[in-house]
């Protein structure tokens, strides 16, 4: 079984070379990976929320605008696939919250033997039903 977290480690820093809003869904991408988030989510910087999938479209469309050109260089995943954060140069950190357990969240980049696919509330259950200890 692959080590997401080694696995995903090793494709960073992953630079934002455009974006996508469907209000509230949006995506991020560059040469090579995308990442797409179908669900609730929050990009903050610190302690501050900038916005949430809940936000204004323009605000959305105008806070992911701010990320291109910078870069993915941290992405707290686990094994299950539920809920990660990835960390942007900037300071920015872009945290899922699976409210949904129809493809919340896509991640993908060449350098990944897979696609990952996260888990929304029901799934993860079932998962962590499978790897307790």
């Known amino acids: 079984m692959t080590d997401v977290r080694a696995e995903v480690g090793a494709a960073l820093p ?6 996508d809003v469907l209000d509230p869904f949006v995506s991020i991408y560059g040469s090579g990976w995308s990442l797409g988030v179908n669900c609730d989510w929050k990009l903050s910087r610190g302690d501050e929320i900038a916005v949430t999938s809940e936000s204004d479209e323009e605000d959305i469309t105008r806070a992911f605008e701010a990320l291109i050109g910078k870069a993915v260089v941290d992405v707290e995943v686990d094994d299950g696939l539920f809920d990660p954060t990835f960390g942007f140069d900037s300071g920015e950190r872009l945290t899922v919250v ?8 896509v991640f993908k980049a060449e350098q990944f033997s897979q696609t990952l696919v996260g888990r929304g509330p029901e799934g993860h259950k079932e998962w962590l039903g499978q790897h307790s200890v």
Do not use: K, R
């Open 14 to 19: 992953l630079t934002v070379e455009g974006m």
């Open 98 to 105: 699976a409210d949904t357990d129809l493809d919340p969240w």
